[in-house]
Protein backbone atom coordinates (compact mmCIF):
# COMPACT_ATOMS: atom_id res chain seq x y z
CA UNK A 1 0.00 0.00 0.00
CA UNK A 2 1.36 3.36 -0.68
CA UNK A 3 0.38 4.83 2.20
CA UNK A 4 1.98 1.82 4.70
CA UNK A 5 0.44 2.76 8.03
CA UNK A 6 1.21 6.69 7.07
CA UNK A 7 -2.64 7.83 5.71
CA UNK A 8 -5.28 7.31 3.04
CA UNK A 9 -3.79 10.97 2.19
CA UNK A 10 -0.27 10.47 2.33
CA UNK A 11 -1.16 7.52 0.04
CA UNK A 12 -2.37 10.26 -2.34
CA UNK A 13 0.50 12.34 -1.70
CA UNK A 14 2.77 9.78 -2.42
CA UNK A 15 1.17 8.58 -5.60
CA UNK A 16 1.70 12.45 -6.86
CA UNK A 17 5.30 11.99 -6.07
CA UNK A 18 5.51 8.71 -7.72
CA UNK A 19 3.64 9.89 -11.33
CA UNK A 20 5.98 13.28 -11.04
CA UNK A 21 9.02 11.52 -10.45
CA UNK A 22 8.51 8.98 -13.42
CA UNK A 23 7.72 11.43 -15.90
CA UNK A 24 10.84 13.41 -14.67
CA UNK A 25 13.35 10.61 -14.83
CA UNK A 26 11.62 9.32 -18.42
CA UNK A 27 12.99 12.51 -19.27
CA UNK A 28 16.51 12.07 -17.32
CA UNK A 29 18.71 14.82 -19.20
CA UNK A 30 15.73 15.10 -21.88
CA UNK A 31 17.40 18.66 -22.73
CA UNK A 32 21.14 18.06 -23.15
CA UNK A 33 19.63 15.07 -25.67
CA UNK A 34 17.32 17.44 -27.06
CA UNK A 35 20.35 19.88 -27.78
CA UNK A 36 22.78 17.64 -29.17
CA UNK A 37 21.03 15.31 -31.21
CA UNK A 38 18.34 18.15 -32.92
CA UNK A 39 20.53 21.09 -31.81
CA UNK A 40 24.00 20.19 -32.46
CA UNK A 41 24.71 22.02 -29.73
CA UNK A 42 28.42 22.39 -28.27
CA UNK A 43 29.34 21.37 -24.70
CA UNK A 44 29.26 24.99 -23.33
CA UNK A 45 25.62 25.14 -24.34
CA UNK A 46 24.48 21.65 -23.33
CA UNK A 47 26.54 23.02 -20.06
CA UNK A 48 24.55 26.13 -19.85
CA UNK A 49 20.94 24.95 -19.65
CA UNK A 50 21.38 23.82 -16.64
CA UNK A 51 23.18 26.99 -15.90
CA UNK A 52 21.16 29.42 -16.65
CA UNK A 53 17.70 27.68 -15.47
CA UNK A 54 19.19 27.38 -11.98
CA UNK A 55 20.27 31.00 -12.11
CA UNK A 56 17.63 33.02 -13.29
CA UNK A 57 15.07 30.51 -11.60
CA UNK A 58 16.99 30.73 -8.38
CA UNK A 59 16.79 34.90 -8.80
CA UNK A 60 12.94 34.75 -9.42
CA UNK A 61 12.31 32.15 -7.06
CA UNK A 62 13.99 34.59 -4.48
CA UNK A 63 11.18 36.38 -3.15
CA UNK A 64 8.36 33.96 -3.32
CA UNK A 65 10.21 32.37 0.10
CA UNK A 66 7.76 34.36 2.18
CA UNK A 67 4.94 34.44 -0.12
CA UNK A 68 4.90 30.41 0.18
CA UNK A 69 5.14 30.75 4.01
CA UNK A 70 2.01 32.55 4.46
CA UNK A 71 0.05 30.95 1.62
CA UNK A 72 -1.68 27.77 2.13
CA UNK A 73 0.42 24.67 0.71
CA UNK A 74 -1.82 22.53 -1.13
CA UNK A 75 -2.81 24.88 -3.45
CA UNK A 76 0.64 26.10 -4.63
CA UNK A 77 1.91 22.52 -5.00
CA UNK A 78 -1.22 22.07 -7.68
CA UNK A 79 -0.62 25.08 -9.29
CA UNK A 80 3.15 24.59 -9.26
CA UNK A 81 2.49 21.21 -11.02
CA UNK A 82 0.10 23.17 -13.69
CA UNK A 83 2.59 25.34 -14.60
CA UNK A 84 4.97 22.94 -15.66
CA UNK A 85 2.74 20.82 -17.51
CA UNK A 86 1.66 23.73 -19.60
CA UNK A 87 4.83 24.82 -20.33
CA UNK A 88 6.36 21.70 -21.29
CA UNK A 89 3.75 20.85 -23.76
CA UNK A 90 5.69 23.58 -25.62
CA UNK A 91 8.81 21.92 -26.20
CA UNK A 92 7.46 19.22 -28.85
CA UNK A 93 4.78 21.27 -29.84
CA UNK A 94 7.74 23.46 -31.42
CA UNK A 95 9.61 20.62 -32.55
CA UNK A 96 6.57 19.29 -34.04
CA UNK A 97 6.14 22.20 -36.18
CA UNK A 98 9.54 22.45 -36.94
CA UNK A 99 10.53 25.55 -34.45
CA UNK A 100 11.93 24.65 -31.11
CA UNK A 101 15.56 26.31 -30.72
CA UNK A 102 17.86 26.47 -28.31
CA UNK A 103 16.30 29.38 -26.83
CA UNK A 104 13.25 27.96 -26.10
CA UNK A 105 14.89 25.30 -24.46
CA UNK A 106 16.50 27.76 -21.88
CA UNK A 107 13.06 29.49 -21.22
CA UNK A 108 11.50 26.55 -20.44
CA UNK A 109 14.04 25.66 -18.10
CA UNK A 110 13.43 28.30 -16.35
CA UNK A 111 10.74 28.30 -15.79
CA UNK A 112 9.98 24.55 -14.88
CA UNK A 113 12.81 25.22 -12.23
CA UNK A 114 10.95 28.24 -11.00
CA UNK A 115 8.01 25.97 -10.27
CA UNK A 116 10.18 23.33 -9.02
CA UNK A 117 11.07 25.99 -6.40
CA UNK A 118 7.91 26.49 -5.05
CA UNK A 119 6.64 22.97 -5.19
CA UNK A 120 9.62 21.96 -2.77
CA UNK A 121 8.99 24.82 -0.80
CA UNK A 122 5.43 24.06 -0.19
CA UNK A 123 5.39 20.32 -0.03
CA UNK A 124 7.87 20.04 2.52
CA UNK A 125 5.86 21.95 4.76
CA UNK A 126 3.03 20.89 3.90
CA UNK A 127 4.40 16.99 4.26
CA UNK A 128 5.17 18.12 8.04
CA UNK A 129 1.43 19.30 8.69
CA UNK A 130 0.47 15.68 7.20
CA UNK A 131 2.74 13.14 8.93
CA UNK A 132 3.19 12.66 12.90
CA UNK A 133 6.80 13.49 14.05
CA UNK A 134 7.50 10.34 14.87
CA UNK A 135 6.77 8.81 11.11
CA UNK A 136 9.03 11.88 9.51
CA UNK A 137 11.75 9.57 8.92
CA UNK A 138 9.76 6.80 7.72
CA UNK A 139 7.20 9.09 5.09
CA UNK A 140 11.18 10.15 3.76
CA UNK A 141 12.40 7.07 3.16
CA UNK A 142 9.44 6.20 0.82
CA UNK A 143 9.72 8.98 -1.23
CA UNK A 144 13.40 8.43 -1.48
CA UNK A 145 12.76 4.86 -2.11
CA UNK A 146 10.28 5.82 -4.91
CA UNK A 147 12.61 8.24 -6.36
CA UNK A 148 15.45 5.86 -7.14
CA UNK A 149 12.46 3.14 -8.40
CA UNK A 150 11.74 5.92 -10.77
CA UNK A 151 15.31 6.63 -11.30
CA UNK A 152 16.48 3.13 -12.34
CA UNK A 153 13.07 2.66 -14.40
CA UNK A 154 12.77 6.10 -15.98
CA UNK A 155 16.50 6.62 -18.20
CA UNK A 156 16.65 3.39 -19.79
CA UNK A 157 13.09 3.61 -20.62
CA UNK A 158 13.29 6.92 -21.89
CA UNK A 159 16.48 6.43 -23.72
CA UNK A 160 14.28 3.60 -25.58
CA UNK A 161 11.50 5.69 -26.36
CA UNK A 162 13.79 8.76 -27.77
CA UNK A 163 15.70 6.38 -30.12
CA UNK A 164 12.39 4.78 -31.39
CA UNK A 165 9.98 8.02 -31.36
CA UNK A 166 12.33 10.78 -31.62
CA UNK A 167 13.68 13.14 -28.86
CA UNK A 168 10.67 15.10 -27.23
CA UNK A 169 8.83 12.21 -26.24
CA UNK A 170 9.43 11.66 -23.32
CA UNK A 171 9.22 15.80 -22.28
CA UNK A 172 5.58 15.11 -23.60
CA UNK A 173 5.50 12.21 -20.96
CA UNK A 174 6.85 14.30 -18.20
CA UNK A 175 4.18 17.34 -18.44
CA UNK A 176 1.33 14.84 -18.52
CA UNK A 177 3.36 13.02 -15.21
CA UNK A 178 2.80 16.75 -13.47
CA UNK A 179 -0.93 17.19 -14.27
CA UNK A 180 -1.86 13.75 -12.71
CA UNK A 181 0.57 14.85 -9.40
CA UNK A 182 -1.66 17.78 -9.71
CA UNK A 183 -4.64 15.68 -9.32
CA UNK A 184 -3.30 13.23 -6.57
CA UNK A 185 -2.65 16.11 -4.31
CA UNK A 186 -5.83 17.58 -4.86
CA UNK A 187 -7.77 14.49 -3.70
CA UNK A 188 -5.87 15.17 -0.41
CA UNK A 189 -8.80 15.41 1.78
CA UNK A 190 -7.12 16.26 5.33
CA UNK A 191 -7.70 19.58 5.93
CA UNK A 192 -4.75 21.70 5.81
CA UNK A 193 -4.03 24.16 8.81
CA UNK A 194 -3.62 27.94 8.22
CA UNK A 195 -0.91 28.96 7.57
CA UNK A 196 1.49 31.23 9.80
CA UNK A 197 0.64 34.85 9.77
CA UNK A 198 3.16 37.62 8.98
CA UNK A 199 3.86 39.97 11.55
CA UNK A 200 2.83 43.37 10.11
CA UNK A 201 6.04 44.88 11.83
CA UNK A 202 8.04 43.11 10.00
CA UNK A 203 10.01 44.60 6.41
CA UNK A 204 10.16 42.67 3.57
CA UNK A 205 13.76 42.27 3.68
CA UNK A 206 13.39 40.94 7.17
CA UNK A 207 10.93 38.13 5.32
CA UNK A 208 13.28 37.65 2.46
CA UNK A 209 16.33 36.68 4.45
CA UNK A 210 14.55 34.77 7.15
CA UNK A 211 14.89 31.12 5.70
CA UNK A 212 19.12 31.81 5.13
CA UNK A 213 18.77 33.49 8.66
CA UNK A 214 17.64 30.61 10.48
CA UNK A 215 19.95 28.04 8.51
CA UNK A 216 22.78 30.31 9.60
CA UNK A 217 21.89 30.54 13.10
CA UNK A 218 21.70 26.38 13.54
CA UNK A 219 25.31 25.07 13.58
CA UNK A 220 24.64 21.73 12.49
CA UNK A 221 22.28 23.14 9.65
CA UNK A 222 24.81 25.74 7.91
CA UNK A 223 26.98 23.00 7.88
CA UNK A 224 24.62 20.43 6.04
CA UNK A 225 23.89 23.26 3.93
CA UNK A 226 27.09 24.37 3.00
CA UNK A 227 28.38 20.54 2.58
CA UNK A 228 25.03 19.45 0.46
CA UNK A 229 25.68 22.40 -1.57
CA UNK A 230 28.71 22.14 -2.73
CA UNK A 231 28.31 18.11 -3.17
CA UNK A 232 25.15 18.77 -5.10
CA UNK A 233 26.52 20.89 -7.30
CA UNK A 234 29.98 19.14 -8.06
CA UNK A 235 28.18 16.22 -9.00
CA UNK A 236 25.42 17.93 -11.16
CA UNK A 237 28.38 19.85 -12.94
CA UNK A 238 29.43 16.95 -14.42
CA UNK A 239 26.37 15.34 -15.55
CA UNK A 240 26.06 17.35 -18.62
CA UNK A 241 29.81 16.49 -19.45
CA UNK A 242 29.85 12.67 -18.94
CA UNK A 243 26.67 13.17 -21.16
CA UNK A 244 28.52 15.05 -23.81
CA UNK A 245 31.85 12.59 -23.61
CA UNK A 246 29.40 9.01 -23.40
CA UNK A 247 27.23 10.70 -26.38
CA UNK A 248 29.15 12.81 -28.57
CA UNK A 249 33.26 11.49 -27.74
CA UNK A 250 32.12 7.87 -27.22
CA UNK A 251 29.25 7.02 -29.02
CA UNK A 252 26.95 5.41 -26.74
CA UNK A 253 23.62 5.67 -27.75
CA UNK A 254 20.67 7.31 -25.89
CA UNK A 255 19.38 3.35 -24.43
CA UNK A 256 23.18 2.54 -23.33
CA UNK A 257 23.37 6.44 -21.74
CA UNK A 258 20.13 5.79 -19.98
CA UNK A 259 21.29 1.88 -18.69
CA UNK A 260 24.05 3.22 -17.61
CA UNK A 261 22.10 5.94 -14.76
CA UNK A 262 19.14 3.75 -14.08
CA UNK A 263 20.45 0.39 -13.42
CA UNK A 264 22.80 2.17 -10.36
CA UNK A 265 19.60 3.71 -9.38
CA UNK A 266 18.76 -0.06 -7.77
CA UNK A 267 20.92 0.56 -5.13
CA UNK A 268 19.42 3.75 -4.27
CA UNK A 269 16.52 1.41 -3.81
CA UNK A 270 18.39 -0.42 -1.38
CA UNK A 271 20.34 3.03 0.75
CA UNK A 272 16.45 4.22 0.82
CA UNK A 273 14.93 1.15 2.51
CA UNK A 274 18.43 1.16 4.82
CA UNK A 275 18.18 4.53 5.86
CA UNK A 276 15.77 4.29 8.87
CA UNK A 277 17.01 0.90 10.23
CA UNK A 278 20.52 2.88 10.35
CA UNK A 279 19.83 5.82 11.74
CA UNK A 280 17.86 3.86 14.50
CA UNK A 281 21.27 1.52 15.33
CA UNK A 282 23.41 4.23 14.86
CA UNK A 283 22.31 7.67 14.99
CA UNK A 284 21.45 10.26 13.24
CA UNK A 285 24.89 12.06 13.52
CA UNK A 286 26.66 8.81 12.71
CA UNK A 287 24.43 7.93 9.06
CA UNK A 288 25.22 11.93 8.35
CA UNK A 289 28.83 12.21 9.43
CA UNK A 290 29.66 8.78 7.41
CA UNK A 291 27.71 8.70 4.62
CA UNK A 292 28.13 12.66 3.97
CA UNK A 293 31.90 11.54 2.83
CA UNK A 294 31.06 8.08 1.06
CA UNK A 295 28.25 9.41 -0.96
CA UNK A 296 31.48 12.00 -2.73
CA UNK A 297 34.26 9.28 -3.03
CA UNK A 298 33.30 8.43 -6.25
CA UNK A 299 32.20 10.61 -9.00
CA UNK A 300 36.24 11.45 -9.90
CA UNK A 301 36.17 7.34 -11.47
CA UNK A 302 33.90 8.51 -14.19
CA UNK A 303 36.90 10.86 -15.71
CA UNK A 304 38.27 6.88 -16.71
CA UNK A 305 35.43 6.02 -18.60
CA UNK A 306 36.28 4.63 -22.29
CA UNK A 307 34.25 3.60 -25.00
CA UNK A 308 31.98 0.09 -25.42
CA UNK A 309 31.04 -2.26 -22.16
CA UNK A 310 34.11 -1.34 -20.06
CA UNK A 311 33.58 1.95 -20.25
CA UNK A 312 29.48 1.42 -19.62
CA UNK A 313 30.13 -0.87 -16.59
CA UNK A 314 32.40 1.70 -15.07
CA UNK A 315 30.40 4.12 -15.44
CA UNK A 316 27.48 2.03 -13.41
CA UNK A 317 29.79 0.57 -11.10
CA UNK A 318 30.68 4.36 -10.10
CA UNK A 319 26.80 5.45 -10.00
CA UNK A 320 26.04 2.48 -8.24
CA UNK A 321 28.33 3.70 -5.26
CA UNK A 322 27.34 6.76 -5.31
CA UNK A 323 23.56 6.21 -5.30
CA UNK A 324 23.78 3.68 -2.36
CA UNK A 325 25.07 6.45 -0.36
CA UNK A 326 22.79 8.92 -0.92
CA UNK A 327 19.84 6.67 -0.74
CA UNK A 328 20.59 6.54 2.78
CA UNK A 329 21.90 9.84 3.31
CA UNK A 330 19.18 11.98 1.75
CA UNK A 331 16.09 11.29 3.88
CA UNK A 332 17.69 11.37 7.18
CA UNK A 333 19.29 14.78 6.22
CA UNK A 334 15.41 15.97 5.02
CA UNK A 335 14.23 14.95 8.31
CA UNK A 336 16.84 16.42 10.67
CA UNK A 337 16.32 19.44 8.65
CA UNK A 338 12.77 19.07 9.28
CA UNK A 339 13.01 18.24 12.70
CA UNK A 340 15.40 21.41 13.64
CA UNK A 341 13.31 24.25 11.96
CA UNK A 342 10.62 25.72 13.36
CA UNK A 343 7.27 25.13 11.91
CA UNK A 344 6.20 29.16 11.23
CA UNK A 345 9.54 29.33 9.29
CA UNK A 346 9.96 25.68 7.29
CA UNK A 347 8.86 26.77 3.74
CA UNK A 348 11.65 29.68 3.82
CA UNK A 349 14.19 27.53 4.65
CA UNK A 350 13.09 24.76 2.12
CA UNK A 351 13.21 27.91 -0.07
CA UNK A 352 16.05 29.04 0.98
CA UNK A 353 17.84 25.65 0.64
CA UNK A 354 16.51 25.04 -2.87
CA UNK A 355 17.54 28.61 -4.21
CA UNK A 356 21.12 27.91 -2.72
CA UNK A 357 21.39 24.48 -4.10
CA UNK A 358 19.95 25.97 -7.61
CA UNK A 359 22.32 28.81 -7.33
CA UNK A 360 25.52 26.64 -6.69
CA UNK A 361 24.69 24.30 -9.37
CA UNK A 362 24.05 26.89 -11.88
CA UNK A 363 27.76 28.50 -11.16
CA UNK A 364 29.10 25.05 -11.04
CA UNK A 365 27.73 24.05 -14.12
CA UNK A 366 28.46 27.38 -16.35
CA UNK A 367 32.12 26.97 -15.06
CA UNK A 368 32.94 23.41 -14.94
CA UNK A 369 31.25 24.05 -18.85
CA UNK A 370 34.15 26.92 -19.64
CA UNK A 371 36.61 24.79 -18.10
CA UNK A 372 35.87 21.49 -20.59
CA UNK A 373 36.00 23.75 -23.46
CA UNK A 374 39.52 24.65 -22.08
CA UNK A 375 40.73 21.13 -21.03
CA UNK A 376 38.44 18.73 -22.51
CA UNK A 377 35.07 16.73 -19.97
CA UNK A 378 37.79 14.07 -18.75
CA UNK A 379 40.01 16.67 -17.67
CA UNK A 380 36.79 18.62 -15.92
CA UNK A 381 34.86 15.66 -14.65
CA UNK A 382 38.52 14.86 -12.39
CA UNK A 383 38.79 18.21 -10.99
CA UNK A 384 34.87 17.95 -9.91
CA UNK A 385 35.89 14.75 -8.18
CA UNK A 386 38.95 15.63 -6.17
CA UNK A 387 37.04 19.13 -4.85
CA UNK A 388 34.29 16.56 -3.91
CA UNK A 389 36.81 14.65 -1.74
CA UNK A 390 37.29 17.24 -0.05
CA UNK A 391 33.62 18.80 0.69
CA UNK A 392 34.12 16.06 3.88
CA UNK A 393 36.02 18.81 5.80
CA UNK A 394 32.64 21.19 5.81
CA UNK A 395 30.39 18.19 7.91
CA UNK A 396 29.48 19.21 11.64
CA UNK A 397 32.43 17.05 13.08
CA UNK A 398 32.01 18.79 16.49
CA UNK A 399 28.49 19.34 16.60
CA UNK A 400 25.45 17.43 18.70
CA UNK A 401 22.83 16.08 16.41
CA UNK A 402 20.27 14.94 18.71
CA UNK A 403 17.72 15.77 16.24
CA UNK A 404 15.31 17.67 18.45
CA UNK A 405 12.55 19.27 16.82
CA UNK A 406 12.44 22.87 17.01
CA UNK A 407 9.00 23.93 16.91
CA UNK A 408 7.72 27.44 17.07
CA UNK A 409 6.01 28.21 20.70
Known amino acids: MAGGGLGRDFGWLWRAYAVSSLGTWLAFDAFPLI ?4 LRASPAQVSAIAAASGAAGALLALPLGPWVEFQRKRPLMVRADLARFLVL ?7 LAGVLTYAQLLAVAVVVTLADIVFTGASGAHLKALVPAQHLLA ?5 ESVTWTTTAIGPPLGGAMIGVLGPVVTVLLDAVSYLLSALGVRAIGTPEPAPPARAPERSRLADLTEGWRAI ?3 RVLRLLFVNNLLVGALIMATAPLLAYLMLHDLGFTPLEYGLAFGVPCLGGIAGARLARPLAERFGQRRILLGFGVARALWIGGLAL ?6 GLLLVMGVEAATIVCMGVFVPVLATARLQRTEDGKLARVLTAWRLGSRAATAVA ?4 GILASLT ?13 VATALVLPWREPM ?8
Open 35 to 38: AILA
Open 89 to 95: LTVPAAY
Open 139 to 143: ANGRF
Open 216 to 218: AAD
Open 305 to 310: TGPGLP
Open 365 to 368: TAGW
Open 376 to 388: GARAAIAVAGALL
Open 402 to 409: DGISRRAP
